[in-house]
């Protein structure tokens, strides 16, 4: 499957990639077309027609449950506009501005993490640091976009490793004449805390750096860490 835009690393219609409803609307009208109310709310009937039929076969008599006669248009509901929101929705054009000379780091840590593993839909929460140099005469971007950008990314199926490989070519491509990026995710997996090992409290880190981060003769990578750290 082709791949829709330079921002997005993964197939689509792959579960951390964007929806092949999404991608029709923008091969059509262009990569900030949109899905309409009536557009989402069709693939919400049709997802929570089949989310009946999943509780069917697991022997629920939803419809004769009031605690669950609503539920698989809940379920469906909270994949579109919620947990899979990142699908659904384009990033919003970020405007960046000049850095005025600036060279240091650009560094906003513990950015909240809601995610969904693509293998088994259970909870991934955590959080994420991340970092830029931008070029003396480049760009920045508003610190919020950082936010943004991570929201985008994690309102999907994911997998932790490729889920910080997409948040570093987001950065990367935002933040133009960057001289480096960082990345660092920190997050618990409820599919190892809930269910299988069933082990709770177990963490993972997984970092993604690239241009002046990985030169021998600076500090970048250690200041990164430092950061993270406080
Ligand atoms: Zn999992």
């Keep these: 499957m082709k791949k829709q835009h330079s921002l997005e690393l993964a197939p689509v219609g792959y579960a951390n990639g964007i929806s092949t409803q999404l991608a029709a609307k923008q091969a059509q009208h262009g990569n900030q077309a949109r899905l309409t109310t009536a557009e989402k709310e069709a693939i919400i009937a049709e997802a929570a027609q089949h989310f009946g039929h999943f509780l069917n076969a697991l022997g629920c008599n939803w419809q004769q449950d009031p605690n669950s006669a609503d539920t698989p248009r809940r379920v469906a509901k909270a994949y579109v506009h919620d947990l899979w929101q990142g699908r659904y929705e384009p990033l919003n054009n970020i405007t960046s501005f000049p850095c005025d000379g600036y060279n240091g780091q650009v560094f906003e840590g513990n950015i909240p993490l809601t995610s969904m593993c693509s293998h088994h839909h259970q909870t991934i929460l955590g959080r994420v640091h991340i970092a830029y140099i931008p070029r003396q005469d480049g760009q ?19 997998i932790q490793e490729q889920m910080t490989l997409a948040i570093h070519h987001m950065v990367d491509q935002i933040c133009t004449g960057n001289i480096g990026v960082a990345v660092m995710v920190a997050a618990e997996h ?7 090992v069933k082990h709770a409290g ?5 970092t993604q750096f690239s241009g002046d981060y990985l030169a ?15």
């Design 140 to 158: 920045v971007v508003g610190l919020s976009k950082l936010n943004r950008i991570v929201e985008q990314c994690s309102r999907r199926g994911t």
């Design 190 to 196: 409820h599919c190892v805390s809930c269910r299988g």
């Design 202 to 206: 177990a963490a993972m880190k997984t």
């Design 216 to 230: 021998q003769n600076t500090d970048y990578r250690s200041e990164f860490y430092e950061f993270c750290r406080s």
